[in-house]
């Protein structure tokens, strides 16, 4: 029930922001989060942004993942040569 | 596998790995990934009490079906809570019956129903964990700036680190070391949860829903195992070291600590929410003169309390598929969508 998503800000309306997640728009709540700007990206749950997306984490996060990928796949072949 | 690396060395000197999986969306991302099946079995993810649908207790139920009963009561609601059955059926059949039970997004739109019906009074389960009751303080400061006098909650929050105190209290139950929650974290920040560190020595990582994330946060977990227990945040792209003090505010100017009652747990100290007295006039148990009947238990045989604590897992349960489905579910951990009976019925069969 705590699921929340990430969701960019297109506009600013006082402390209710128009986000967009998927195409469509919906209204959040900016009352937790009174610095986000538009672009931003805001963790959204129940209509609220409950935090600002901090980008240089998510990109450092997603250079990691591709990196366990990477690992993942390169162990696989190697599996591969020694079994094949 | 580097998890399962990490698992064969430190299994060398113990049998078996327990980390609990402190958060409901974790549970099902475990499952649906398939990540408990591609562990180590020695390493066991055990699911926790961070469903907040399924730790609502029967009682609680039973006084939100009672609510709805009245004529020109509206009871709004989260769509999670609406197949949850009390002693007395869901709300669902009670809606089915009649009663104006409404499924919500968001707090606020139940405050918006009741500023547009001004005849009808509108009562808000207020359900959730520290993540869900900044929005719902929000709301509520929002209706006294409006003057609306038909809006108010009736408060079922509970908090997770007294239940994990509990938890990590309880010697049957051996945990090893904490996934805690990313959305609860992303509100209360890393400080509630040093005591499990400080007091218990447990490994903790605050760790995100994708299931690389979840990944992470177990090598982060086993490699606390291996040096010496911390406390980590993996999910740091949402969750600040001192979380969003912003939401702390809201929720600590309107709400106060108090007791609360754990379906399965029963009662922790000072685990749940109410309304300030500031803010009382927002509190449908006053407003309506609820008294809170005494939890029963279960009379079906669900073992969703020990579930809950990962005493279990759901196959371990005799009700589980031949007689607790989906479809006919005799606990909460079934019916929820977060539930880890319902993870294990769709994923792990
Ligand atoms: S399988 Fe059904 S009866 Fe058994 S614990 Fe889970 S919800 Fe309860």
Redesign the pocket.
Same mark, same amino acid.
């Given at each position: 029930m705590c699921l929340a998503i990430p969701v960019r800000i297109v506009r600013i309306e006082g402390e209710t922001a128009i986000g967009e997640v998927n195409g469509v728009e919906r209204e959040v709540s900016l009352i937790m989060t009174p610095e986000a700007k538009v672009g931003d990206y805001v963790i959204v749950h129940a209509g609220f942004a409950i935090q600002i997306l901090d980008r240089q984490a998510a990109e450092e996060t997603r250079q990691l993942f591709d990196r366990m990928a990477q690992a993942v796949e390169e162990r696989r072949r190697q599996a591969g040569k020694r079994t094949g | 596998m580097l998890v399962n690396e990490r698992v064969k060395g430190l299994c060398q000197e113990r049998g078996e790995i327990r980390l609990m999986e402190v958060c409901g969306t974790h549970t099902m991302a475990i499952s649906a990934s398939g990540i408990r099946r591609a562990v180590d079995p020695r390493l066991k993810l055990l699911s926790g009490p961070g469903c907040p649908v399924c730790v609502t207790t029967d009682a609680e139920i039973d006084t939100a079906r009672r609510l709805a009963e009245r004529p020109g009561l509206v009871v709004v609601t989260f769509g999670d809570m609406i197949r949850v059955p009390g002693s007395h059926g869901s709300l669902a059949e009670a809606k089915a019956e009649g009663a104006d039970i409404r499924v919500v997004y968001s707090p606020q739109d139940g405050l918006k129903m009741a500023m547009a019906e001004p005849e009808k009074e509108f009562v808000f389960l207020g359900v959730g964990f520290e993540t869900t009751a900044p929005t719902v303080a929000a709301t509520v400061l929002a209706a006294a700036e409006r003057g609306v006098r038909n809006f108010s909650v009736l408060t079922m929050f509970k908090l997770i680190p007294p239940a994990l105190e509990f938890i990590a209290s309880a010697k049957k139950m051996k945990i090893d070391g904490f996934i805690l929650p990313g959305h609860v974290s992303t509100v209360i920040g890393a400080k509630p949860y040093e005591f499990l560190v400080q007091r218990f020595g447990l490994p903790c990582c605050i760790t995100g829903f994708e299931p690389a994330d979840i990944l992470e946060g177990i090598l982060l977990l086993l490699e606390q195992m291996e040096r010496g227990p911390g406390l980590a945040i993996q999910y740091r792209r949402s969750v600040r070291p001192e979380g969003n003090r912003v939401a702390q505010q809201l929720m600590s100017g309107i709400f106060e600590v108090a007791d609360a009652e754990w379906r399965g747990i029963g009662r922790i100290r000072n685990s749940g929410l109410r309304l300030k007295p500031d803010w009382q006039n927002f509190d449908a148990r006053l407003r309506f003169g609820l008294r809170s009947a005494r939890s029963s238990r /279960?009379a079906?045989? %669900?073992? @969703?309390g020990? *579930?809950l604590l990962g005493l279990i897992t759901?196959s371990e %349960? /005799?009700?589980? @598929?031949r *007689? %607790?489905t989906p479809e006919a /579910? +005799?606990? /909460? @951990? +079934? *019916?929820s969508s977060e539930?880890? %009976?319902a993870a294990y019925?769709r994923y792990e069969r």
């Open positions: - | /279960p079906s045989g %669900c073992r @969703c020990e *579930v759901p %349960c /005799p009700l589980f @598929c *007689v %607790c /579910p +005799m606990g /909460p @951990c +079934m *019916v539930g880890a %009976c019925y």
